[in-house]
């Protein structure tokens, strides 16, 4: 859409501008609801906390494995730390949220939004503003990182809220009216054309010229994490939708925050444009794969 708009002689700046008003309209205004209502309506079992555990491993392992095989490659050839730190970042936190939640809806209805919420609220959105905020604090250009302001932050996400309401609002046994629950379900149903639409204005056609040294990365988010989610989903018994979601879920391109981060901490930006764009392609073909083996 991003290439189809600056054709048609619309200015990078303003596709950027309507961009970030959506996204913020959406992020602040919607899936707040959206949140509510998932975990007002469906029921929170073992398998939303089985996910949150594969999740966290998941991300984790592939920080790990990132920063190993970037220090061996750091170690034989020259390559700026800036760099360094938004490949680590793009192959470890995906975007679960804008593409993960409308594909996996789309998939198993509300069941597979409450998995997706899970997989990034209780896992995702934590280590990203903790362990991702902490890695390009190491090799970016910012001098400071207090886990106390990480913590903060994520206390004032509106969806975290929402989760949290309606967990509440359940438990207590509030009851709604069957018309607000249907204006809820309207919302949800909308809410994932405008995820797409975001995604669609943001990611930007590049010609990297560091392919090789991104390579890795790029194998990691689309290829391993995958592989590391069914690894520890098998040990940790999740089987069915459960499975599938952390599967999908861990596939997902490399998170849109990833370059907003770059401009805050200091890392490499233009390397985290072309991640972005790199693994939406790869992505597209792993989900295609996935869904020719997972979906029944």
Not at 21 to 40: D, L, R
Not at 79 to 102: H, Q, R, T
Not at 183 to 206: E, H, R
Request: proline content about 4%; some cysteine.
């Amino acid at each position: 859409m991003r290439i189809l708009l600056t054709a048609g002689g619309v200015s990078p700046e303003k596709i950027d501008y309507v961009r970030d008003k959506i996204n913020y309209f959406v992020f602040y205004y919607i899936i707040p609801f959206v949140c509510f209502k998932t975990t007002y309506t469906m029921p929170f079992s073992l398998s939303h906390l089985k996910i949150s555990l594969v999740a966290n491993l998941t991300i984790l392992s592939c920080v790990l494995l990132s920063w190993m095989i970037y220090k061996i490659i750091a170690s034989r050839k020259e390559i700026e730390d800036e760099v360094v730190g938004s490949l680590i970042m793009c192959s470890a936190f995906g975007n679960v949220l804008y593409i993960g939640l409308p594909v996996l809806t789309k998939l198993y209805g509300t069941e597979g939004m409450s998995y997706a919420f899970t997989y990034d609220f209780l896992a995702s959105t934590p280590l990203t503003w903790t362990v991702a905020v902490a890695i390009c604090m190491r090799y970016g250009r910012a001098k400071s990182f207090k886990l106390r302001d990480s913590f903060l932050t994520i206390l004032k996400i509106p969806p975290i809220w929402g989760l949290v309401v309606g967990f509440l609002f359940k438990e207590l046994s509030v009851n709604l009216s069957k018309e607000l629950i249907g204006f809820l379900n309207l919302i949800s149903t909308y809410v994932t054309m405008l995820m797409l639409l975001i995604v669609g204005l943001s990611v930007k056609v590049v010609t990297p010229e560091k392919f090789k040294i991104s390579l890795p990365a790029i194998a990691i988010k689309v290829i391993i994490a995958p592989l590391f989610a069914l690894f520890y989903g098998n040990i940790a018994g999740v089987s069915g939708i459960p499975l599938n979601v952390c599967i999908i879920e861990a596939g997902m391109p490399s998170m849109l925050l990833s370059m907003i981060f770059a401009t805050a901490f200091g890392v490499d930006m233009r390397t985290s444009v072309e991640m972005i764009f790199l693994t939406t392609i790869c992505s597209l073909i792993f989900l295609t794969i996935s869904l020719w083996f997972f979906y029944f």
